[in-house]
């Protein structure tokens, strides 16, 4: 079966593979708005780069109530229809991450999009930018490479002895790193209803009067939010591994790690059934499940799992996990547990690197820190949540800490603008929309679909994937060929389901 390109979730501490490509175009930074500087939604002008793409760039507001102040230049990256003399518009297309750079990834999937939406990408340009202060689009850097490793090596989890007392550490140098080397402003503007209005100001310069979009994981929560502010310039909106956020953070950790543990188990039980299971194939269940168990134990009992002359942290072994979970590929995931079984966490941390932007000479490329910083002031953090409240929560719950980091990091986050939660009852004004969700999609939960629904009140098409993995789009060409209908013209599926691939 072909994989498509490995698309990102809000959990799963984004998980598309990329390096640094020495063509993009260098970061924009913040201006102030005035002659001579460009008109706020003017006309992308395109310009080739990596060698067969289009990039550009977008001014933006950075508070969109205040049009007239400072700006943000957001990136962008085109793939032009395949056949113009039949194209039928845009379609804007985010991974979710969020923080992941589409405008340097996107050529590097292409292929394989060009493959598995081949008809869409004949009729629609395709179309990706990097929300606002991530990727290329004025990023906000708070923090150097030598903090992320040491983040990554701390038991953001919770679960060690004397782990909150250095997550919270750690949460202090982090607030400090942004107070002193990011723009305060910018920090607390990079929240999902912001980066909405820009994407109405990118469907204005890209001279769309309605906009086709197809976001999965977290970009289906900026897809809805866009249809509950600007309604009427919706048209086809197709979103794959649904995502709401609930006002209870402690919800949000309870439903990811139901989420893991229902997809460990079916891991579990997919080894029990096959001898040539690489991690104790055709063994008991229970026998299997413990077998994990004692993995996990060992990475965060010291010395811990090494590899490559680096230890294995619990941070990066939940990373492990959710990778494995989110693919459905038993048998890479298995062979990764046996390593670590047989204490070599080599092939672990090179997953681990690929996901969080880690290059081999130890650089990262952004896409950490921008999860962190949208994550922080989008999440519904109450504002008498502690480090130590947390790991209180996990005592009750211990698998919500598979979920948790890095996000205790994102307690009493002091880059924030008072707003209510977003709502989503504009949307009942906009078309109907494709949802698709995985019934065993362990990183967003299946529910979320009918959820979804259920909150843009507009008489969306939900399709359902019986399959394994997050993101159906990725795993069934069913899935796949319903969404491209849909994007061409937006009625009711032709399915409600899709069987496993």
């Known amino acids: 079966m072909t994989k498509l390109v490995r698309f990102a979730s809000f959990a799963a501490l984004a998980t598309i593979a990329c390096t640094d490509d020495p063509k993009a175009a260098p970061p924009a930074a913040a201006v102030d708005a005035g002659p001579p500087a460009p008109v706020i939604g003017a006309p992308v002008v395109w310009t080739p780069c990596q060698e067969t793409f289009e990039c550009g760039s977008v001014l933006v507001p950075l508070d969109h109530q205040n049009p007239s102040g400072k700006t943000l230049e957001l990136r962008l990256l085109r793939a032009p229809a395949k056949k113009p003399a039949e194209r039928a518009g845009t379609v804007v297309v985010n991974p979710g991450g969020p923080g992941i750079s589409m405008v340097t990834d996107l050529p590097?999937?292409?292929?394989?999009?060009?493959?598995?939406?081949?008809?869409?990408?004949?009729?629609?340009?395709?179309?990706?930018?990097?929300?606002?202060?991530?990727?290329?689009?004025?990023?906000?850097?708070?923090?150097?490479?030598?903090?992320?490793?040491?983040?990554?090596?701390?038991?953001?989890?919770?679960?060690?002895?004397?782990?909150?007392?250095?997550?919270?550490?750690?949460?202090?140098?982090?607030?400090?790193?942004?107070?002193?080397?990011?723009?305060?402003?910018?920090?607390?503007?990079?929240?999902?209803?912001?980066?909405?209005?820009?994407?109405?100001?990118?469907?204005?310069?890209?001279?769309?009067?309605?906009?086709?979009?197809?976001?999965?994981?977290?970009?289906?929560?900026?897809?809805?939010?866009?249809?509950?502010?600007?309604?009427?310039?919706?048209?086809?909106?197709?979103?794959?591994?649904?995502?709401?956020?609930?006002?209870?953070?402690?919800?949000?950790?309870?439903?990811?790690?139901?989420?893991?543990?229902?997809?460990?188990?079916r891991f579990f039980g997919a080894c029990e059934a096959s001898a040539s299971c690489p991690f104790h194939g055709g063994k008991p269940k229970a026998e299997i499940a413990a077998a994990f168990a004692a993995v996990g134990a060992k990475v965060r009992t010291p010395p811990g799992i090494a590899g490559a002359g680096r230890t294995l942290s619990p941070v990066d072994f939940e990373g492990t996990v959710a990778d494995g979970l989110r693919t459905g590929n038993w048998t890479t995931f298995g062979a990764t547990l046996a390593a670590l079984e047989g204490g070599d966490a080599t092939t672990a941390l090179s997953a681990a690197d690929l996901a969080l932007g880690r290059s081999a000479s130890g650089t990262y490329d952004g896409r950490?820190?921008?999860?962190?910083?949208?994550?922080?002031?989008?999440?519904?953090?109450?504002?008498?949540?502690?480090?130590?409240?947390?790991?209180?929560?996990?005592?009750?719950?211990?698998?919500?800490?598979?979920?948790?980091?890095?996000?205790?990091?994102?307690?009493?986050?002091?880059?924030?603008?008072?707003?209510?939660?977003?709502?989503?009852?504009?949307?009942?004004?906009?078309?109907?929309?494709?949802?698709?969700?995985?019934?065993?999609?362990?990183?967003?939960?299946?529910?979320?679909?009918?959820?979804?629904?259920?909150?843009?009140?507009?008489?969306?098409?939900?399709?359902?994937?019986?399959?394994?993995?997050?993101?159906?789009?990725?795993?069934?060409?069913?899935?796949?060929?319903?969404v491209t209908d849909f994007l061409l013209d937006p009625k009711a599926p032709a399915a409600s389901t899709c069987a496993a691939e």
């Not at 607030?175 to 999902?192: F, P, R, Y």
């Not at 977290?218 to 249809?227: E, F, M, N, P, R």
């Not at 009750?396 to 977003?422: D, E």
Request: glycine share 8%; with cysteine.
């Open 108 to 265: 590097k999937q292409y292929l394989q999009l060009r493959v598995g939406f081949s008809r869409a990408i004949d009729r629609f340009d395709i179309v990706a930018f990097d929300w606002r202060g991530t990727g290329q689009s004025s990023p906000a850097k708070c923090v150097d490479d030598a903090f992320l490793d040491r983040m990554r090596a701390t038991d953001l989890t919770l679960r060690g002895d004397g782990s909150a007392a250095a997550a919270e550490a750690l949460r202090q140098e982090f607030v400090a790193g942004c107070t002193k080397n990011a723009d305060a402003a910018l920090l607390s503007s990079m929240h999902v209803e912001n980066a909405a209005r820009d994407l109405d100001v990118i469907r204005q310069a890209l001279g769309e009067e309605k906009l086709n979009y197809l976001g999965f994981s977290y970009g289906t929560w900026l897809g809805a939010v866009y249809t509950a502010l600007f309604p009427s310039r919706a048209r086809a909106f197709a979103f794959d591994a649904p995502v709401l956020l609930p006002k209870d953070l402690n919800a949000q950790l309870a439903r990811r790690g139901a989420g893991r543990d229902e997809g460990l188990d």
């Open 368 to 482: 950490f820190e921008g999860l962190l910083t949208v994550s922080c002031v989008d999440l519904p953090f109450d504002a008498s949540t502690t480090v130590n409240s947390l790991r209180e929560t996990l005592v009750a719950s211990p698998s919500a800490g598979s979920a948790l980091a890095p996000f205790p990091l994102c307690v009493s986050w002091p880059f924030q603008t008072p707003r209510p939660p977003p709502s989503l009852a504009g949307a009942a004004a906009a078309p109907p929309a494709l949802i698709i969700a995985g019934r065993h999609d362990p990183i967003t939960s299946f529910a979320d679909g009918a959820a979804m629904v259920s909150a843009l009140g507009n008489g969306s098409h939900l399709v359902i994937y019986e399959g394994e993995g997050h993101a159906a789009a990725i795993h069934s060409k069913c899935v796949r060929d319903l």
